[in-house]
Structure formats: C-alpha cells, structure tokens
C-alpha cells in the first residue's frame, strides 16, 4: 500500500496553517518526493489535507469538496453530511484515508472510519510522522512567537528528521 505522509495543522490568534510533506512511499521505497497532500477549497475560504492510501485519500478528499461547496462553505456541515455518507456507502466504508480541514473558526479530523473529531488543542497532525510533527508544533506553539505557518515549516522538518515517511518538501496554506 502506499503510504508515507505528515499533515500538520496549527491555529494560533486568528491565522491558521495547514502544511504537508511530499513524500509518497510504497513498502519500502519512495515513489514520489513531492507530492501535494494540501490545498485550499471553497473560494480559499476552506483548508484540507489528507493522509492514507493515496487512491481513497483522493476519493475522500474529492467527495469532501463537493459537501462544502453544497453547503457554501459551512465546514461542519461539509463534514458530517460526508462522514453520514461515509457510515452509509459499501465503498466509502473501506476507504483508509484521513483529513484535516479548516477554516478560520474551526479545524476538524474526518477520520477513515466517518467521524468527525474537533480537537481540544490548536495543533493537530495525521499520518507516518504526526506524533513527531505534532509534538513540535505543541512545543513552538507555546514557548516561541512565531506564527502558524513557521510552526507548521520547522515541525515538519522536525518530523522528517526523524521519520522515514516524511520528507522536507513541504507545502504550507494558511487563512
């Protein structure tokens, strides 16, 4: 299967930062270096970025894009009328993908079995490297003044230090 991501959100005062790595990996052996698991929807209003097999990351990511623009850019809603669907198709059900959205309120985690998770913290990351990336951006977060989109830069860095799967070519959006 292929695999091999980081995803990285970080909110901070009324900005938020969603990066990714670009590393693809299949079993043991990159595919691609520079890969774009991130990308702004609805008008730039909206952030996502998808960790997981790349095939059902891409179908999840594409069925969540048409949720916010029926809903008009509503990111809650947007996200438990795709995770209802989710729960309910025989073939979504077995998609191993995971998002990270957002939008200048709220940032949320639709996870690969439907739900959809808010988290209680102002940092949260998916995939090979997340606990690494997340536990830097935790650290900056609260003991430096930089703003998201440097948390967001240095902890993934951070995370493609040390994870195999996660690479430096990073793509960072932010609102």
């Given at each position: ?8 959100a970080v909110r901070k005062g009324n900005k938020v930062a969603l990066g990714g790595d670009g590393q693809i990996t299949f079993e043991n052996m990159i595919m691609k270096q520079r890969a774009n ?139």
């Amino acid at each position: 299967m292929f695999k091999g991501t980081t995803i990285l959100a970080v909110r901070k005062g009324n900005k938020v930062a969603l990066g990714g790595d670009g590393q693809i990996t299949f079993e043991n052996m990159i595919m691609k270096q520079r890969a774009n698991k991130v990308r702004k929807l609805y008008r730039g209003k909206v952030l996502a970025g998808f960790a997981g097999a790349v095939a059902d990351a891409l179908t999840l990511f594409e069925k969540f894009e048409k949720k916010i623009e029926q809903y008009q850019g509503n990111l809650q809603r947007g996200a438990l009328e795709l995770a209802k669907e989710w729960r309910q198709d025989k073939v979504l059900r077995r998609l191993e993908a995971l998002m990270i959205v957002a939008d200048k309120e709220k940032t949320l985690l639709i996870s690969g079995s439907g739900d959809v998770i808010e988290p209680d913290e102002d940092v949260i990351a998916i995939g090979s490297g997340a606990g690494y990336a997340q536990a830097a951006a935790k650290a900056l977060r609260e003991n430096t003044d930089y703003e998201p989109r440097k948390i967001v830069e240095i902890s993934i860095n951070i995370a493609a230090s040390i994870c195999v799967y996660t690479n430096n070519n990073i793509i960072v959006e932010e609102l």
